[in-house]
């Protein structure tokens, strides 16, 4: 057996395998006798069928599926034994293989193109700067929640008549034009002032027409009522009508014991004071996760711009439309293929730093993962008191599912929640402090 490597450039290669009969047929033999032995073929006794016979009959197909394993682990080997970093799977020269004659031929070769990644350096160091954020719980904040948690634990009731702090559900139609729809839902707080005198008195079953760009200051209010994105509904003219079917008023909650339980649970919080402090607290937990993982796009783009990798574009596009069953095609790669090589490569680095870093993650941190996941979903620790010894096997099976499928899902997020913390430790993050709003629009504007 003889295997090259023939170079095209840096990230293009072609990698040749000849096999001589003294390669295959030792294990082409052995599957013969193999076969002779279970063989059930009519006319003959079972285990006495002679070798003869079943190479006739299955001798080609035994060739064919013991070169391909033996092509399989051979091209395996090769590259791991070489440290060939490659993108995607050899591809092998379907041209060359079909011209192959089974029947007569001794000696073969066959060729697979590979696409590769030469070593590359990264900087790992304070020296990297990126910018991170920190929000702050500002009294707006801390208004608008509290105001949130009374209305949401509020007490509901439906009077005849809307008035300015009700809700309306309806049937929403245009006046002129097919537009109509069966569901609509409208907080008259946030109707603009100068219309809500058109729905206060409003009793079911009545109908209010009005201009919907009139409606709304917020075009995303707009577009929520029509059913359409915020930025169509910019754009948005025309005579509507509202024909009211129900009519709901929320009385907000008062600020007491009733209210901290069912926010935090019994007996978490028992003062006003403490319930504010316990608000103030979540959402700076809550803003702290949206700031880190808008930083991590920020080390992400930072590692992209700085680390230089040349990409085998043009064998990763190959290999992609080869390996996709007629899903991607040129004009999905003009629109997609610039995103997946951005991905690629970032995954690139990671693996590198994780490589580099001796990052592991062990099968007892996937199953606590798991168990984490699962009390979440089913109401915390008290869930886990009444499970008891039974929590391992729930998590046990929960990671034996889909084949698999969830132990490495969940090890893959350990793995890259643990590169990016490792990330973050190392570089140095420039804090800058924020509000809730700034905070908003700099997401808005960031270009990923």
Do not use: C
């Amino acid at each position: 057996m003889e295997i090259t490597l023939n170079k095209k450039n840096s990230t293009e290669g072609l990698i040749k395998i000849r096999l001589t009969e003294g390669d295959y047929q030792p294990r082409v033999e052995e599957k013969l006798k193999d076969y002779s032995r279970k063989a059930n073929i009519k006319g003959f006794r079972q285990g006495k069928v002679p070798t003869g016979v079943v190479k006739k009959m299955f001798g080609k197909s035994i060739l064919v599926d013991e070169i391909n394993h033996l092509l399989s682990n051979k091209l395996s080997d090769y590259i791991k034994e070489n440290k060939l970093r490659i993108l995607g799977e050899p591809l092998p020269n379907q041209e060359k293989a079909s011209g192959i004659d089974w029947d007569t031929q001794r000696d073969f070769e066959f060729e697979y193109q590979i696409g590769m990644v030469e070593d590359f350096t990264y900087d790992l160091s304070p020296s990297v700067k990126v910018q991170g954020y920190t929000i702050t719980v500002d009294d707006k904040v801390m208004d608008e929640t509290i105001a949130d948690l009374k209305n949401r634990f509020g007490n509901m009731t439906y009077p005849e008549a809307a008035g300015a702090e009700d809700n309306l559900t309806g049937e929403l139609r245009a006046k002129d034009g097919d537009f109509k729809k069966e569901y609509a839902f409208l907080q008259l707080d946030k109707v603009n002032k100068k219309e809500q005198a058109r729905f206060v008195g409003v009793k079911k079953d009545e109908e209010v027409e009005f201009e919907v760009s009139k409606l709304f200051a917020d075009e995303g209010l707009t577009g929520q009522l029509l059913g359409i994105p915020a930025e169509e509904a910019k754009s948005a003219k025309g005579t509507y009508i509202f024909k009211v079917t129900n009519i709901s008023h929320n009385e907000p909650a008062a600020v007491n014991t009733e209210l901290f339980d069912r926010v935090f649970g019994p007996g978490v919080v028992t003062t006003e004071a403490d319930f504010i402090q316990k608000v103030k607290e979540t959402i700076a937990e809550n803003y702290k996760r949206e700031s880190e993982h808008f930083l991590d796009h920020h080390i992400e783009d930072y590692y992209l711009d700085n680390t230089k990798i040349e990409m085998p574009a043009e064998f990763l596009k190959n290999w992609l439309k080869s390996t996709s069953n007629g899903q991607v095609t040129d004009d999905v790669l003009a629109k997609e293929f610039d995103a997946y090589a951005r991905g690629l490569k970032w995954d690139l680095v990671k693996n590198k730093i994780a490589e580099d870093k001796q990052i592991t993650v062990e099968s007892e941190e996937v199953r606590g993962k798991a168990k984490e996941m699962i009390l979440a979903q089913f109401g915390g620790q008290q869930f886990a008191a009444q499970l008891g010894d039974r929590m391992d096997a729930i998590a046990d099976n929960y990671l034996q599912s889909e084949n698999g499928q969830n132990f490495m899902r969940l090890y893959n997020q350990l793995r890259g929640e643990k590169i990016m913390k490792l990330i973050r430790e190392s570089i140095t993050v420039q804090e800058k402090k924020v509000s809730a709003d700034e905070f908003k629009k700099i997401v808005e504007e960031h270009k990923h």
